[in-house]
C-alpha cells in the first residue's frame, strides 16, 4: 500500500508541482494538537499560524488576507423557544438542527464582509451568518431564520461562536497568526483549523489541520465511568457520600472533646 | 481557584461551590432541614445544568443526613417499622418520578414545572410557618401560653383499611398513608434534588399524628435511604451524578452544620423558625418572579 502510493506520488508529482506552480500555497501549523481537560481547565488559547508560499517566491503586490476557523464536532440539536404562557414564560415553539457544530470561531485580517462576497462566504461557510446548520423541520423561511438567529445569539453569547475580524496578523505578507479562545464548557471531540488565503475576493488556497479536545485523568475517568459502569458509578458516589458524611460528622465530634 | 466538573461539563469556582455548601448546611444545623430546597435553585442560578444539579444535590443530601441519622438512632428518636414503611414508598416514587422527569424533559417543561412545584411547595409551607411562629412570638411577648392542638391524625388517614401498630411513634394506622407520604417524597427527591423533609416532617406531626420525639429522626432516616436510591435512579437514567460537584458540597455543608447547630443553641426557637419561614418564602418568591419576569435567555438548546 505505502509503495504503491509512493509511485502514486512519483507519477503525479509533475501535475502536482504544475498545479501549485502558479497557486500560492499555505503551510498552517497550530500551537497545540491536543487539548486535554483536566481538573483545573478554565479555557484554552489555541495559536493558529503558518506561511503562505508563493510560487518561485514571487510576493504579491497587493497583500493577501488569511481566514482561519476552528470548528468542533458537529450534532443535531433541538433549539426551543420560550414565550408567555398564562403569564408564564414557558418553552412553547421549537425547531430542530441536523448539524450544529459545538463550538465554532472565525477570525480575519479584515472584515469578512470586504473580502469576499456573500456567494463565496456561503460556500466556504465563512462567518456565523453563514453556518450551514440544517434545519430539520418544515416551518417557514421567516420562522427558520429567527430560530437560526437565536441560536447563533445563544451559542456566541456562551462562548461557543465567535467571529472577529483583523485579529489574524500577517507579517510581511508571507506570516501569519491567530489566536482562538476556547472557554470552559467547551465540548470534547474532533475539531478541524481551516485556513483560508484570499486574494481579490477568491479563495486561493485551503488548508486543513486536525485537533483533538478531549478530558484527561481523572475527569475522563470520572465521565467515562459515568457513561459505561452507570450502576456501579452510582454505588460508588452513594458510598463515597455516605463515608464522607460519616467521616465528617466523627471528626468533629471528637473535635469538640 | 477553579475546578472543572467532568460530568456538569463546566468550570467553577470552588470557593463559591463550598461556600454554597455552607450556607446550606449552616441552616441546616439551624434548623434541621436539609436545605436541598435551597441547594437546587442555587446551583441552577450559578449555571449548573438543572439535571445535573439536582442529582448531584440529591447525593449530596445522602452524606448530611449521615451523621443526624446516627444522633437520632442513639437516642432511640428512630422508629425503624414507620421508616422502612417510608423508604418503601419513597423508593418506589423515586422511580415513577425519574419517569415523570424523563417526559418533561422531552418535552421541554421539566425546567417550568421544577420552577412552579417550588414556588407552591415553597410559598404554601413558608406561609405555614410565617404564621405559625409569628403566633407563637405574640403568645410568647404577651405571656399568654401557646394554644397548642391537641395531638391527632386527620380523619382521613383514620378511615384507610388495615391497621399497624407503631410503637415507637405511638400510632395505630394503617401503613397506606406513610406509605404515600413517603411515594410523595420519592418523587420530589428525583424531581427537585429536595430530602424533603420540608413536607414529611409537618405532614407526620399534623396529619399522620406522630410522636415528635421520633418525627425528625425517622424522616431523616427515609431521607438518606432514599436520596441513596435516587442517586442511583439518576446515575442509571440521566447519568447526570456528579461526584466532584457533590463532594465540593458536602465539604462545605458539613462543616456549616456544626457551626449553624451551635448558632441555634443560643437562639429562641420561635425566631429560628421565623426566620426560616422567610428564607423559604424569599426562594419562592425569587422562583415566582424568574417565571413571570421575560428571562435573560429566550432560547435553550438540547442535544437531539
Redesign the interface.
Known sequence: MTRLGAWLILALAPLLLAASADKPRLVPDVSQREISIAYSFTGAELLLFGAILYPDGRMPDKAPDIVVVLKGPSDPMLLREKAKVLGMWVNAESARFRSVPGFYAIASSRPLKTLVDERTAAIYELGLANLQLSPSSGALPEDQARFQAGLVDLMRRRGLFDEQSGSVEITDRVLYRARLSIPARVPVGAYTAETFLIQNGRVVAVAVRDIVIDKSGFERFVANSAQRWPFSYGLVAVLLSLLFGWAASAGFQRMRR | M???L??A???VNVLVIVGLGGVVGLLSGMFGVGGGFLTTPLLIFYGIPPTVAVASSA??I??????GV?AHMGRQGVDFRMGTVMVVGGVAGSIAGAGVFRLLQES??I??VIA?VYVILLGGIGLLMAKEAATSIGALRSGKPVPSSGRRHHPLIASLPMRWRFYRSGLYISPLAPLALGFLTGVLTVTLGVGGGFIMVPAMIYMLGMSTRVVVGTSLFQILFVT?VT??????TT?A?D??L??LL?IGS??GA?IGARMAAKTRPEWLRLFLALIVLAVALRMALG?????D????????
Do not use: C, K, N
Open positions: 477553579h475546578i472543572y467532568p460530568i461539563g463546566l468550570s447525593t449530596q445522602t452524606g448530611a443526613s449521615v451523621s446516627f421541554g417543561q425546567d417550568t412552579l441513596a442517586t442511583m435512579v439518576h446515575a442509571v447519568q451524578v461526584i466532584v457533590a463532594g458536602l458539613v462543616t456544626q417565571l413571570g419576569w421575560r428571562p435567555e429566550i432560547y435553550s438548546v438540547d442535544p437531539l
